[in-house]
């Protein structure tokens, strides 16, 4: 049950729905509020040990403009081995024999959702990177090419273009093997074939060390407070001409972070969490300490506290 407002009543009632009628009834004088509704949840139940691998949805997904017939083309499904399913056994058949000119794009757009999927990135990212393989493809050049890493390539520039920007470490882990360096030459041509097709440079996106932070300090369980300090800084840290790599200052900026709390964390646990190697952590530490006193927040640590933070 839920509330409504009843003419009749001249107030909120609880009404009923009828699911067989489609009506929306008032529980207290009988007024149908609304007839013959649409219901828009779906029409069966399945349960585990009774479903007998079944599958009862009568509906394909949705139609994808990127695919020749829309993804809306008939599938015949396969016959479940009774003597009268020979019709629909040699329709199958013919059926795979038929070339599929969308198989490719298929099989890459499910690679691309995977690796979505497991990087927890929203739709629309995964979308653009589908959009962005099927301009690269339909230009026929990267027949040869490292297929993984030329989605894996096509996954991270959709994330700098949606901003919300992956480092090439993370978007690796999931590419299947393919590796930093296949990624960045796959990232490259990519950009340059888009160039090619638009007849200008294609817009990549600003990265910026805060679009890490929050990401790199729930990998390392730091508390709220912590997280705060840290987005503050890293913003600080931008109005100074500091020659390292976004990804470097948020590494180093954590480090101070934590070096001035009383959870302090190893070196090594933050070169993991963020995929910035040790070396590197100290050199961009280096070239923020003389900065420290204006970058770390007053709230957060008095300057007695600053003065104790080891020296590079």
Avoid at 233 to 253: L, Y
Wanted: hydrophobic share 35%; glycine share 6%.
């Amino acid at each position: 049950m839920s509330d409504a407002f009843c003419s009749d009543c001249k107030r909120e009632t609880e009404v009923v729905f009828d699911h067989s009628a489609g009506d929306t009834v008032c529980s207290e004088c009988g007024l149908v509020l609304e007839s013959h509704s649409i219901d828009e949840t779906s029409e069966w139940r399945t349960f585990a040990n009774e479903s007998n691998d079944n599958d009862p949805v009568r509906v394909g997904g949705p139609s994808n403009p990127l695919l020749t017939d829309g993804g809306l083309s008939t599938v015949i499904a396969k016959p479940n081995g009774s003597s009268g399913e020979f019709l629909s056994s040699s329709l199958g058949r013919w059926q795979n024999r038929g070339a599929n000119p969308d198989r490719g794009l298929i099989l890459a757009f499910k690679t691309i959702a995977t690796m979505a999927e497991r990087l927890g990135l929203v739709a629309t990212i995964k979308d653009r990177a589908n959009e962005i393989y099927k301009r690269v493809e339909d230009q026929k050049s990267s027949r040869g090419r490292n297929q993984d890493a030329l989605l894996a390539a096509c996954l991270y520039i959709a994330c700098r273009q949606e901003d919300k920007p992956r480092t090439v470490k993370e978007i690796c882990s999931v590419a299947n093997g393919a590796t930093k360096k296949e990624i960045g030459r796959a990232k490259e041509y990519i950009v340059k074939q888009l160039g090619l097709e638009k007849g200008q440079s294609v817009e990549m996106g600003t990265i910026h060390a805060g679009d890490f932070m929050r990401r790199f300090c729930s990998n390392l369980s730091m508390n709220h407070q912590a997280v705060k300090a840290a987005q503050e800084a890293v913003k600080k840290a931008e109005e100074f001409d500091i020659r390292r790599s976004p990804i470097s200052i948020a590494a180093a900026v954590i480090y101070i972070i934590t070096q001035l709390s009383d959870d302090k964390k190893p070196l090594k646990d933050i070169s993991i969490a963020t995929g910035v190697a040790e070396g590197t952590i100290r050199n961009s530490y280096k070239d923020l300490y003389p900065h420290v006193s204006k970058i770390i927040p007053t709230w957060y640590a008095k300057e007695e506290d600053l003065k104790n933070l080891s020296s590079p």
